[in-house]
């Protein structure tokens, strides 16, 4: 574990100039949106890409780089864009055997004619997973916040919902509630050993059955249909389920590792359920004891047998709260946990994407030697300014929804926020809205950094959005909000 820095060199303070890098900042996001059949459909992933390297994919609509943009056009109450965005989607959703509902990890228009990648022409050939459980999230906040209840209820939408359902919600070989994928299948798109349940991957999951229930009920209300109604029960439950597997094997404090560390193992027959992973003490890492504290928790990366991953995932865990898949007071003890962190999760480059890295033989066996991968690189403990706001966001749904608890908390989560803006604030733009960044702090430049990142570039502007411009509209990311009808 690296020394830690004086917290004094974490301090930002306000800039004279905040008006014109937001002004420029915009102009960035507006030159990243592209057409697709005519209309405006999304961004594309950097503004700097060579558009003469077939090879090259930055200049394509990616579903996942296109999440914060979705959630900023609708704050600025452009929703045909964000309709174009999600019917082009939903129109590319595969109908072939072996990927029948996934939605495209990426699209393009070319002379005429939609490309789309479904995990054929990326690194590794491995499927996204979250761009399909995205999508429906996506389209259930569209419809709240829109109000446009027609598209929710639509045959399109609704048979969408169906493909995706039958592909996540089948019978398998595995007994859990939880969905199986490879390595690289989501953000983590290169071997970090993240195969089996990886967190985002669930809490995206959770998420996603959430939306296609909001979006279902949508037609139960005007059709009594004994399919519907079942998918309807099944997907409820599925939720439920999920919920209780993920907060019952994925949820640690210094409380819970203590009961964990003394577990019995090689435990057989059903009612022997005190330690079901078969997970052994001496997996549990020393660095756990100072990153819990007392208060802190945070739910670990994965959950497989007798190999728990305990990486702490800030994508992962910021989801896990924002979409309330954690309770109140979880999400507090998370929130004490960055806060006790903020060190190693913040540093001088706000917010690492994992930690701790792996390094030495565990990165060369694990990551296959990957170059991009390189300890405190990339999604081996690089920094990502684009994760702030998903954080961000958490914290400030939170403080609406729980205006009583714990002031003195989230007045410090608060300012941790405010410093992190102005962090944004006075590196980015001279850095040139880099992807990631590299080191132990985060200050340099990733080394394989598309500059001109959009999602970089829109991360930025929605947490100025949250933080500055109207708060309250973080409440449109709550998924328990109905719509009313």
């Known amino acids: 574990m690296p020394t830690r820095f004086t917290e004094q060199s974490q301090r930002f303070r306000p800039n004279s100039n905040e008006g014109q890098v937001l002004q420029k900042a915009r102009e960035h996001f507006e030159a990243t949106l592209i057409g697709v059949q005519g209309e405006l459909a999304g961004s594309v992933a950097a503004m700097e890409h060579r558009r003469s390297d077939d090879a090259l994919n930055y200049g394509e609509i990616f579903l996942r780089d296109n999440v914060p943009v979705m959630i900023y056009l609708m704050l600025e109450g452009r929703f045909a864009i964000v309709k174009q965005f999600l019917s082009v ?286 300890p405190w690189s990339y999604h081996n403990g690089g920094h990502w300014p684009s994760l702030l706001w998903f954080f961000g966001a958490s914290i400030l749904l939170h403080e609406r929804l729980n205006p009583q608890a714990d002031v003195l908390l989230m007045g410090q989560m608060k300012t941790l926020l405010d410093e992190c803006y102005w962090s944004h604030l006075n590196q980015l733009p001279r850095q040139q809205w880099a992807e990631y960044f590299d080191g132990p702090t985060g200050t340099w430049v990733g080394q394989q950094s598309r500059t001109y990142q959009t999602w970089t570039i829109v991360g930025f502007l929605l947490m100025h959005h949250f933080l500055h411009v109207n708060p309250d509209d973080v409440l449109m990311l709550n998924l328990d909000e109905s719509m009313g009808h």
């Open 89 to 374: 989607s939903l129109e590319l959703q595969s109908t072939n055997v072996q990927t029948r509902g996934v939605f495209p990890t990426s699209f393009v228009e070319e002379e005429g004619e939609l490309v789309a990648d479904y995990g054929q022409r990326s690194i590794g050939r491995i499927t996204s997973v979250d761009a399909s459980l995205w999508w429906p999230i996506l389209c259930w906040i569209y419809v709240k916040r829109s109000g446009d209840v027609d598209f929710g209820r639509s045959p399109e939408v609704q048979r969408g919902l169906q493909l995706l359902l039958d592909l996540v919600l089948h019978p398998s070989f595995e007994g859990t509630p939880v969905l199986f994928v490879p390595d690289c299948a989501f953000m983590i798109d290169r071997p970090m050993d993240v195969w089996g349940a990886p967190l985002e991957v669930e809490v995206l999951l959770f998420a996603a059955l959430r939306s296609c229930v909001g979006l279902m009920e949508l037609c139960q209300r005007h059709e009594n249909s004994v399919l519907l109604a079942e998918r309807l029960r099944l997907s409820r439950q599925w939720t439920h389920d999920l919920r209780q597997f993920l907060l019952k094997h994925y949820w640690v404090t210094s409380k819970t590792m203590q009961v964990l560390r003394r577990r019995p193992t090689e435990q057989y027959g059903e009612n022997q359920h005190h330690n079901e992973f078969n997970v052994q003490p001496q997996v549990i890492p020393d660095w756990l004891q100072d990153w819990l504290e007392n208060r802190g928790g945070y739910m670990i990366g994965n959950m497989r047998t007798g190999r728990p991953d305990f990486r702490f995932y800030s994508l992962g865990n910021s989801l896990a709260s924002l979409f309330g898949l954690l309770t109140a007071p979880q999400q507090r003890a998370l929130f004490r946990l960055v806060l006790h962190n903020r060190d190693h999760l913040m540093a001088q480059m706000p917010m690492r994407i994992c930690h701790p890295p792996m390094e030495g033989v565990e990165w060369e066996n694990k990551t296959g030697s990957d170059p991009k991968n390189w």
